[in-house]
């Protein structure tokens, strides 16, 4: 096949063939109304703040090459500016707010300031004020950034943008869809519930109704002070309540509407905890036991790592601004307490890798760990002697030798 040359490809492949020149793409969902859900409902509040904190405490890595080879880079500038954004920005604050952005808008959007070739700050800018302005061939032509003295552009390859997933065609799908959207119906019919019970409360409504028995009786208001001042002894230190002549006691009981708002506050509750992937424990409900919450902290963080991952996805773009394609950034996973039993039982498959004529390094890069520590002198410290070189039985490691690698593994 005869290669085509790039304006061949351009002319060939238009990713954004139906937008309209020189026409700016919109979001399919208000942005600000997305945004204004932080501020009105707290089961919202509670599965962003548990979700920004877990990732905002997890740390954050870089890494050049892959498998064994891989080195961990300690000290990268793109981890430097991730932990110190700006002068004014810290990077626990800096990343907290990409949860928040992502989930409500489905967008979070950050431009990379220079004043050389590299990158000397990252500036998060606002959701609400950033409009997409569509290339007929790459899709994405540029980021315009709405202030109050004009209007900022800035260029693909300046801006880091995490989105979220679309169902839309055209334009409106280089936007992402925030949580929020599919929640409106919910959210908006809690509110009114919200709202309307608050009424209710406001107003107020007796405990107990006691009024003459016979149709036209009426009491004096001497009668009704004793009456009164009667009932409130009673409730105050219990008691009978003694009233002479016919009377009628009525209890008045919350109607059927009045008790659909509790029902209808707990299925949008359960719904926002359902989209959010946060389960119940994480937001201080009780489970049925302790088996179920674990089980749900380990769903929990395993949609959180999937969230993760793309943020690393831009966090990488930022390493490669300051000339290192091959280097990755990404969320450190081996401290979360609820991950660890999946990791103990990929630790657990690396010896049999190594009996079946695997490399040790190559055997735990295989299953997950390919920053393990496995050097090469460790590597012929575990070899067993007297064997040739490139044998299988090179790798086929004895008890003592397996409680070794064990035991380097277990320190990771």
């Known amino acids: ?42 089961w919202v509040v509670a599965c962003l703040e548990a979700k920004a904190v877990d990732l905002s405490g997890l740390p954050l890595r870089a890494r050049r090459g892959e498998g064994k080879d891989a080195e961990v880079i300690d000290d990268h500038p793109a981890l430097a500016l991730l932990r110190q954004p700006s002068s004014r920005v810290s990077g626990i604050a800096f990343r907290r707010q990409v949860v928040v952005d992502y989930d409500l808008a489905g967008n979070w959007f950050a431009v990379a300031l220079s004043t050389g070739r590299s990158p000397s700050s990252l500036v ?29 552009r800035f260029g693909p390859g300046q ?24 929640l ?45 001042e009667r009932y409130a002894q009673m409730v105050a230190s219990g008691g009978a309540l003694v009233i002479s002549g016919s009377t009628k006691v009525d209890l008045p009981a919350w109607n059927p509407r009045d008790m659909e708002f509790e029902k209808v506050r707990l299925l949008a509750r359960d719904a926002v905890l359902a989209a959010f992937h946060c389960p119940p424990s994480r937001v201080g409900l009780p489970t049925a036991n302790y088996s179920t919450q674990r ?27 300051f000339g290192d394609a091959g ?16 990791r103990t039982d990929r630790l657990a498959r690396v010896v049999p890798w190594t009996s ?24 012929a410290a575990l070899a067993p002697a007297g064997l040739g070189a490139g044998s299988v039985a090179d790798t086929a490691l004895n008890g003592a030798q397996v409680a070794a690698l064990l035991d380097v593994l277990e320190r990771t």
């Open 327 to 342: 280097v990755r950034v990404y969320h450190d996973f081996a401290a979360v307490e609820a991950l660890q039993e999946s």
């Open 295 to 321: 089980e749900q902290m380990r769903t929990y963080w395993e949609a959180l790592r999937g969230d993760a991952a793309l943020l690393d996805e831009q966090f990488t773009r930022l390493a490669a601004m």
């Open 159 to 182: 801006v880091l943008h995490v989105a979220g997933t679309s169902f839309e065609a055209g334009p409106a799908g280089l936007y992402g869809q925030g949580k929020i959207r599919a």
């Open 124 to 152: 998060r800018l606002h959701p609400e004020r950033v409009t997409i302005r569509p290339d007929a061939v790459l899709g994405i032509g540029s980021y315009e950034h709405d202030l109050l003295g004009g209007t900022e």
């Open 184 to 228: 409106h119906l919910d959210l908006e019919t809690d509110l009114r519930a919200q709202k309307r019970a608050a009424e209710i409360a406001k107003t107020g409504r007796p405990d107990v109704i006691i009024s003459p028995k016979a149709d036209g009786e009426a009491w004096s208001p001497a009668t009704l002070a004793v009456i009164k």
């Open 1 to 42: 096949m005869r290669a085509l040359s790039p304006a061949q490809v351009a002319q060939a492949v238009s990713y954004g063939a139906d937008f309209a020149p020189g026409v700016t793409a919109q979001p399919g969902y208000d942005v600000a109304q997305a945004m204004a859900a932080y501020a009105a409902f707290p």
């Open 356 to 379: 079946l004529g695997a490399d040790p390094a190559a055997a735990a890069a295989y299953e997950g760990f390919d920053d393990a520590p496995l050097q090469a002198e460790e590597d």
